[in-house]
């Protein structure tokens, strides 16, 4: 009986010790939290005072990326075959290859470069929807992609697609597609096929509000002038060729040229892009 209340009061006691545990990290981390959002709070207020709007809802928070490194396949006859038929002659130009088939020709590069053009009456729309169609069109390269712009003038339709690498935008990578009359009349731009591999070193990126202080710096350093911020998300930048490096970054939008702001994810240097 007397070692059953012992039992009894031990129990007792390495609950409250772990309701008391727990109401610490709690504790701690509401008051992380908290700080955070101060701090995202305090970065709206110096934009502002800046002369600087910042549109989005709120500033986001950490930077949940990490680095990746691919080893470029580039593209080829099976790629060529599926935009433009069949191939029935193949020449070079240096290190660019010109697929022509009975739809077209397709020239691609090993940086990734790729330039379609498609015969009049070759591939009609049929009715769909352009956008749904532009994605099915870079799938069948194993390309997946979001569409960032659409145009219209007249009968042409000019849509611009941002490539995505396990979800995440990688901007650099950016492919136009040119309906016109109904029908597809060119595919261009810049893309990345191949295998990932695993990247050492890729650490724990700094916070959106760190970025937007290295945006800050380097627009008065640069020399830049903007008077909103349109957009701020993760994505990723490219560097290299043969093995391709993806390393983490935050994207700012902005209203004046050159309208792209880049912040690197580890070092926070700030790049400025078309």
Request: glycine share 12%; with cysteine; aromatic share 6%.
């Amino acid at each position: 009986m007397r070692w059953s209340k012992i039992k009894n009061i031990i129990i007792l006691l390495l609950a409250m010790v772990n309701v008391f545990l727990l109401a610490m990290v709690g504790m701690r981390s509401w008051r992380t939290q908290r700080a955070e959002q101060e701090t995202r709070t305090r970065m709206v207020e110096v934009l502002e005072h800046s002369g600087i709007t910042f549109l989005p809802e709120e500033i986001p928070g950490e930077l949940e990326i990490s680095g990746r490194q691919v080893s470029a396949a580039g593209l080829g006859e099976d790629e060529a075959a599926a935009l433009v038929g069949p191939v029935t002659e193949r020449t070079a130009a240096g290190t660019r290859i010109t697929y022509t088939g009975e739809k077209g020709s397709a020239t691609f590069a090993p940086g990734g470069e790729i330039d379609v053009q498609f015969l009049a009456g070759a591939r009609p729309l049929g009715g769909a929807d352009v956008g749904k169609a532009g994605e099915a069109l870079l799938e069948s390269l194993g390309i997946q992609g979001e569409e960032t712009r659409r145009r219209t003038q007249g009968e042409t339709v000019t849509l611009v697609f941002t490539q995505l690498w396990g979800e995440i935008p990688v901007p650099d990578l950016a492919l136009t597609i040119v309906y016109r009359r109904g029908e597809l009349s060119s595919l261009t731009g810049r893309c990345l096929t191949g295998t990932e591999e695993p990247l050492s070193g890729s650490g724990t990126g700094i916070s959106a509000a760190t970025a937007l202080v290295r945006f800050l710096e380097g627009l008065n350093q640069g020399g830049y002038v903007c008077s909103q911020v349109t957009k701020m998300y993760a994505g990723y930048m490219v560097s290299g060729t043969g093995t391709v490096t993806l390393t983490p970054a935050w994207y700012l939008q902005t209203d004046a040229w050159p309208w792209r702001f880049a912040v690197d994810g580890s070092t926070g240097a700030l790049t400025a892009e078309e």
